[in-house]
């Protein structure tokens, strides 16, 4: 099963190679992104949960939008769709590996949890170190799954100022029977 296979050795180190191979492609065609990573806190400990900055050209201080995953989207899928357009439109981003997905989870073995606005209010405490965003422009965004976790963060997190919720379940009931196998697996989790 595919959400059980991210402890796999061979499979965990399959993926750390492709996050490679995709960072030297970033740097290979001077892609203007930031490696940095969001210093994050749970009852398990202190983690950096890893994340790409892209600053919107052009401007001293620019509002910046989170952007986190959803059930099976890394970073790494969210920059390839979405990075430019942001960029285009004088918006930094911030595109998180929140606990539950990506490296987040494979590599920091973070699982999801309900409380997305910690992880949410993480990345705006990190943002607010950053001369080049403005903080009191922060939103956030999220696809699939993460029609749950931008609302959730929103209503949250009195930080941001807005928030786009693209798809995800309404009512997980309505549609538990209709979900295939490693879906209803990965909520049981």
Do not use: Q
């Amino acid at each position: 099963v595919l959400f059980r296979s991210h402890k796999d050795p061979r499979r965990l180190d399959a993926y750390k190679r492709g996050i490679e191979i995709y960072k030297r492609g970033l740097i290979c065609r001077k892609e203007p992104v930031e490696f940095v990573e969001v210093p994050y806190t749970d009852h398990r400990g202190t983690h950096k949960l890893p994340a790409y900055f892209m600053k919107a050209p052009g401007c001293a201080k620019a509002p910046c939008v989170v952007h986190f995953d959803g059930l099976d989207v890394t970073k790494e899928i969210i920059y390839a769709a979405v990075g430019d357009e942001f960029r285009r439109r004088g918006v930094s981003l911030l595109i998180v590996d929140h606990p539950g997905v990506g490296a987040a989870l494979r590599l920091l073995n973070l699982p999801s949890g309900h409380d997305t606005e910690k992880p949410a209010g993480a990345a705006i405490d990190y943002l607010e170190t950053r001369a080049d965003v403005d903080a009191n422009r922060i939103g956030i965004m999220a696809l699939s799954l993460g029609g749950y976790y931008s609302p959730r963060a929103a209503a949250f997190e009195k930080r941001i100022r807005a928030c786009i919720s693209l798809s995800g379940p309404f009512d997980w009931s309505d549609n538990w029977a209709s979900l295939n196998e490693l879906s209803r697996e990965t909520f049981r989790v």
